[in-house]
């Protein structure tokens, strides 16, 4: 998943339907479309129902 970098504190990336997202915890998260959250090892990711 290749990043873009829209400025010097945020970057872009393209997310594709069942495809799994790690973020530190604490992260100020935006998001498009239909998403859920889970934790998994002591973290949150994001993931897309498929």
Request: proline share 6%.
């Amino acid at each position: 998943m290749p990043f873009r970098e829209i400025n010097a504190k945020m970057v872009e990336a393209a997310v594709v339907p069942g495809q799994k997202m790690y973020s530190q915890r604490g992260a100020m998260l935006a998001y498009r479309g239909d998403v859920t959250f889970t934790r998994t090892r002591g973290a949150v990711r994001a993931a897309w129902p498929r």
